[in-house]
C-alpha cells in the first residue's frame, strides 16, 4: 500500500472542469491506467482520494495536488508518464512522491491575478490598486461559513503583493494566506472594483503559480 501525492497542472479548457468532475475525471483516469486505488470500508465504500486546497472553476494552476492511496506499490518516477495517455486537454502530471508535510502545515498560495482592460488600463491604475491593497483594510464580499456573503477585511490576508501595469493590464503577484481562513486571489480584483470602479477590470484571470508552507519553503 502506498500514499501518493499528485502535483498536476490545470489548464486551457480544463479550468472549467469542476471540483467534483475533477475527482471523478482522477477515478476514471486511475481505471485506465490499471491501478487500484484504496477505498474506504462499510457499506458504500469511495477511493480514498482529496484535493489539497481546490481550486476554482476558470482559475488555472500548475501546483495542483492530489492525494491518494493505492493497494499497490507505485513507482513516483514512472507514474507522470503512466497517467498521461488517460489524461484529459489541458491537464498533465508534474510530479509524484510521497507526501511530504501534512495539509495543516499549508500556509500560503502564491498566485498571479491579471486585471484585463478591453479599452486598455485608465491612467493611474497601478498606483491606486497598489495604495488599496497595501493600506489598512481592503474589505470585500465573502462567503462565511456559514454561506452567508458577509463583508470580510482581507488585508490581514495578504502576505505579499506587487502591482504592475503590462501592456495595457494590471497584473497582482501576490502571495495570500490559503487556508484557516484562507482569501481566493480573485477577492482582490474583486476589491478594487468596490473600492476604485474606474479601475474595474472587464476580465479577471487567477493562476496559481505555488504552495507553501509557514517557512515559505514549497509545500510537498
Known amino acids: 500500500m502506498s500514499k501518493v501525492r499528485l502535483c498536476f497542472a490545470k489548464e486551457g479548457v480544463a479550468s472549467y472542469i469542476s471540483h467534483l ?4 475525471t482522477f477515478q476514471r483516469v486511475f481505471i ?4 487500484v486505488i484504496r477505498h474506504s470500508a462499510g457499506f458504500h ?9 481546490p481550486l476554482s472553476v476558470g482559475q488555472t494552476s500548475v ?3 492530489l492525494d491518494f492511496e493505492t493497494e499497490e506499490e507505485i513507482d513516483c518516477a514512472a507514474l507522470p508518464a503512466r497517467l498521461a495517455p488517460c489524461l484529459p486537454q489541458g491537464v498533465r502530471v508534474l510530479e509524484c512522491h510521497a507526501p511530504e508535510r501534512p495539509v495543516r502545515d499549508l500556509q500560503y498560495l502564491q498566485a498571479l491575478v491579471t486585471m484585463e482592460y478591453d479599452n486598455g488600463l485608465p491612467p493611474g491604475g497601478a498606483e491606486a490598486v497598489r495604495s488599496l491593497l497595501l493600506g489598512e483594510q481592503v474589505v470585500v464580499a465573502k462567503r462565511n461559513k456559514k454561506k452567508q ?3 470580510v477585511d482581507i488585508r490581514p490576508m495578504i502576505h505579499t503583493v506587487e502591482v504592475e501595469a503590462e ?6 503577484r501576490t502571495v495570500v494566506q490559503a487556508q484557516n481562513p484562507g482569501v481566493n486571489p480573485a477577492l ?4 478594487a472594483a468596490r473600492h476604485l470602479p474606474a479601475y474595474q477590470p472587464d476580465f479577471v484571470r487567477v493562476h496559481r503559480e505555488q504552495l507553501l508552507s ?3 519553503k514549497v509545500f510537498r
Open 32 to 35: 485506465r491506467a490499471g491501478m
Open 21 to 24: 468532475d475533477l475527482l471523478r
Open 149 to 151: 456573503m458577509a463583508d
Open 188 to 191: 482582490l480584483a474583486a476589491a
Open 45 to 53: 465504500p469511495h477511493p480514498l482520494m482529496s484535493f489539497v486546497l
Open 214 to 216: 509557514a517557512d515559505g
Open 167 to 172: 501592456e495595457g493590464d494590471l497584473i497582482l
Open 63 to 65: 501546483c495542483e495536488l
